[in-house]
C-alpha cells in the first residue's frame, strides 16, 4: 500500500467516526443557544439544559469549585453556579466537561487525561490572554482553546493503534505530536478534527480553530482567533501543561506568524508581558492537575 | 458523585488578600520576580515575617511599610531578602539545566561548528556561595563524554560579596546545599569531608572565581566572548536604572547566538527591549532580539 492510499484509508476510517460518541446530547443545544446575543440569555433555561444530564451537572458543580473558575464560596447548585459566576463561566464548564466525557477510556497505554489537561489549560491561558490584549471575545477564545486539539479525540478513538505509533514517535525525539502524526499518519489531528467538527456543526470560527491551529493561512477571516489559539498552545505545549512529553525545543513567540498576525488586530501583543503570562501558567497547572485528579481519577 | 470543592492545596484559602495581591505586583514591578497564585502563600508567609518583625498586624499595614513610610527601600530589601532566602543550592533549577544540557548546549555548538577554537564560556554573575558554577561544572563535564568532545570549557563565576566568594572557593559544602544532589552527582563529584561534601578538583579547574561590582561599568565592559550567562535572582536589589545598565552589559559581552538566563519566574519586563524571552520546556531565556550567524561578528 502506498503512502498515499494509506493516508485515504485511514481518513476513511476517521470519516465513519462509528466508533467516537456523538457530542453530549445537551451540549449542542447549550451552544447553539449561547450564540445568541447575552441579553437575550434566561438563567432558568440554561439551567435545564444542563441539569438533564445529571453525571454532567455533577461535574460541572466540582468544576464551579475549583479556584480556576474563580469562585471562593462553595457552589451547591447549578442556579447557584450561574448567578455567581455568570452564564459564560458555567457554559465554559459544561463545555469543559462535556469533552471530557468524550474522552475514551482505554487508548492503548496512552493516558488519555493529559488531552484534556491540556486542552483545559490551553483553554485558560486563551481566556486570560484574550483579557489582558483586549481581545473582543474572552468566551470565544476559552471555547476555542478548549476544542482545538479536538481530532486527538477522534484519533484516540478511531485510530488508537496508529495514532500510538505517532504519539511514540513524538515522545521519544521530543517533537511535536503534528509533525509525529504527519510522519506516522500522513495526516494530523487538525485533519481528523474537523471532520467532527463539521459533523457536530460547531460555528464557523471554531472550525477553523480546529483546522488551522497549527498552519495558520495567511489573510484568513478568524486569523486573530485562530493565531490566539496557536499561541496559548504553545505556551501550554512548553510547560507542564504540555501532551504528556516534553517538546526538546526552543520557541520564539516573536517570531511565529501567529505573533504578527495577532499584533494587527490586537497592538496591545507587542508590549505583552509574556513572562508573567508564563509565570502565571503554574497556577494553572497546579490547579488543573488538582480538578482533574479530583473529576477524573478517582 | 462527589461534588465537594476542589481546592489546590498549594492556593491560599479563600479570595486572596487584595493587599497581598497588591505587594506581588509591588515586588514583579520593582524587583521582577513573580509570585503566581500557586506561591501566593509562600509570599504570604515571607510577608508574615517582616510584620512579626514589625510588628505590625495587617497586609495593608505592611503595604504602606513597603510603599509609603520613610524606610520603605530599606524595608522592600529585607522583604526580598525573605524571598530569595535559602534559594541557593546545588541544581536549583532541574528544568533549566535540562534545558541547558538538552537544547541550549546543542544550539551553542551549532553555532560555533565553524570556528576553529573549540571554547564555551558561561558566566555565572553574582555565584554567591558557589553552588550554581559547580551544579553547571559538573553538568557540563558529563557533556565533555559527549556533545562537548574536544571542547575546552570555562566557567566565570563573580560575585560582590568576599565571603561568599571565599567559601565558594573552598568548595565545601553542608546538608542544606546539597540536598538535592542525585546519587551519581554525589558519588562521581564529591568527596566526604567530615560531615560536609567537598567538589572534586576535576570541577573545579573549569571555574575561575572573582570578585566583581555588576555595576561596575569599566569591568564589565571586559566580560567578554560569551556563550551564556546565568544571572539569578540578582538584580532584584538593582534600581531600574542600574538594572538597564547591567542588561545592556549582558546584552553587549554576549556572542550572537549567546543566552541569558535569570532565576525562576524572574523577568525583564519593562527592563530591556534587545532580548527577547523565549521559551524552552519548563524554563526561560533570553536571547538576542536580531540573532545573526556566529563568525560574522569578530568572537
Not at chain 2, 527601600?73 to 522583604?79: A, G, K, R
Not at chain 2, 545598565?245 to 519586563?269: A, K, T
Request: net charge neutral; with cysteine; charged share 25%.
Amino acid at each position: 500500500m502506498t503512502a498515499d492510499t494509506s493516508k485515504a484509508s485511514l481518513l476513511s476510517r476517521v470519516e465513519g467516526l462509528k466508533q467516537i460518541p456523538t457530542i453530549p446530547a445537551v451540549l449542542g443545544p447549550l451552544l447553539r443557544y449561547l450564540e445568541q446575543p447575552a441579553e437575550q440569555l434566561d438563567v432558568q433555561k440554561i439551567t435545564d439544559m444542563i441539569a438533564q444530564d445529571k453525571s454532567l451537572a455533577a461535574q460541572c458543580l466540582q468544576m464551579a469549585n475549583s479556584p480556576l473558575f474563580g469562585r471562593w464560596q462553595k457552589i451547591d447548585s447549578l442556579r447557584t453556579a450561574i448567578v455567581g459566576l455568570g452564564i459564560q463561566r458555567v457554559s465554559d464548564i459544561a463545555m469543559s466537561c462535556g469533552v471530557l466525557n468524550l474522552i475514551p477510556g482505554d487508548t492503548s497505554g496512552i493516558d488519555p487525561v493529559v488531552f484534556w489537561e491540556h486542552s483545559l489549560g490551553v483553554a485558560l491561558v486563551c481566556r486570560h490572554f484574550a483579557r489582558k490584549i483586549s481581545y473582543p471575545d474572552p468566551g470565544k477564545a476559552y471555547l476555542a482553546g478548549l476544542l482545538h486539539d479536538l481530532g486527538i479525540i477522534v484519533n484516540l478513538w478511531v485510530l488508537p493503534k496508529e495514532f500510538r505509533g505517532a504519539f511514540d514517535l513524538a515522545r521519544a525525539e521530543g517533537i511535536p505530536l503534528h509533525e509525529a502524526e504527519k510522519m506516522e499518519l500522513g495526516f494530523t489531528h487538525c485533519e481528523s478534527g474537523r471532520m467532527l467538527a463539521d459533523r457536530w456543526e460547531l460555528s464557523a470560527d471554531l472550525r477553523e480553530v480546529v483546522s488551522y491551529h497549527h498552519s495558520l493561512p495567511q489573510g484568513h477571516e478568524h486569523a486573530s482567533l485562530i493565531a490566539l489559539v496557536e499561541l496559548s498552545d504553545l505556551l501550554c505545549r512548553m510547560s507542564g501543561l504540555n501532551h504528556g512529553f516534553i517538546e526538546k525545543r526552543e520557541v520564539n513567540l516573536f517570531e511565529q506568524t501567529s505573533f504578527a498576525v495577532l499584533a494587527q488586530q490586537c497592538p496591545g501583543v507587542k508590549d505583552f508581558d509574556w513572562a508573567r503570562l508564563t509565570f502565571e501558567l503554574d497556577s494553572y497547572m497546579d490547579d488543573v492537575h488538582t480538578l482533574v485528579h479530583a473529576i477524573y481519577r478517582k | 458523585m462527589s461534588t465537594a470543592p476542589v481546592r489546590s492545596s498549594a492556593a491560599v484559602e479563600g479570595p486572596p488578600d487584595p493587599d497581598l495581591i497588591r505587594i506581588r505586583d509591588l515586588v514583579y514591578q520593582v524587583a521582577g520576580i513573580f509570585h503566581p497564585d500557586s506561591k501566593l502563600r509562600l509570599l504570604q508567609d515571607r510577608c508574615g515575617r517582616r510584620m512579626k518583625e514589625l510588628k505590625v498586624l495587617t497586609m495593608r499595614e505592611y503595604f504602606e511599610h513597603l510603599t509609603i513610610r520613610p524606610t520603605r527601600q530599606t524595608e522592600l530589601v529585607s522583604l526580598l531578602n525573605e524571598i530569595t532566602i535559602g534559594e541557593t543550592y546545588f541544581f536549583r533549577n532541574q528544568p533549566q539545566l535540562d534545558a541547558l544540557q538538552q537544547i541550549v548546549i546543542p544550539k551553542v555548538i551549532e553555532a560555533k561548528s565553524k570556528l576553529p577554537l573549540k571554547r564555551m564560556r558561561i558566566w555565572s554573575a553574582g555565584c554567591s556561595t558557589g553552588e550554581e558554577p559547580y551544579t553547571l561544572s559538573m553538568v557540563l563535564t558529563e557533556e565533555l563524554q559527549r556533545r562537548l568532545k574536544d571542547w575546552t570549557i570555562e566557567i566565570l563565576a563573580t560575585d560582590l560579596n568576599e565571603r561568599s566568594l571565599a567559601h565558594a572557593k573552598t568548595g565545601i559544602y553542608g546538608t542544606y546545599s546539597t540536598r538535592h544532589l542525585t546519587a551519581y552527582y554525589r558519588q562521581k563529584y564529591f568527596t566526604p569531608n567530615g560531615e560536609q561534601l567537598e567538589v572534586q578538583q576535576a570541577v573545579r579547574n573549569q571555574i575561575a572565581f572573582s570578585r566583581l561590582n555588576l555595576s561596575d561599568d569599566a569591568r564589565m565592559t571586559f566580560m567578554k566572548s560569551l556563550d551564556i550567562v546565568f544571572c539569578c535572582n540578582v538584580l532584584i536589589y538593582f534600581d531600574l536604572a542600574s538594572k538597564r545598565r547591567v542588561i545592556q552589559h549582558f546584552y553587549n559581552n554576549l556572542l550572537p547566538h549567546g543566552y541569558l538566563f535569570l532565576g525562576h519566574s524572574e523577568s525583564l519586563y519593562g527592563v530591556n527591549d534587545d532580548f527577547r524571552l523565549i521559551h524552552l520546556p519548563g524554563a526561560t531565556a533570553y536571547v538576542k532580539g536580531e540573532r545573526v550567524q556566529a563568525g560574522k561578528q569578530a568572537l
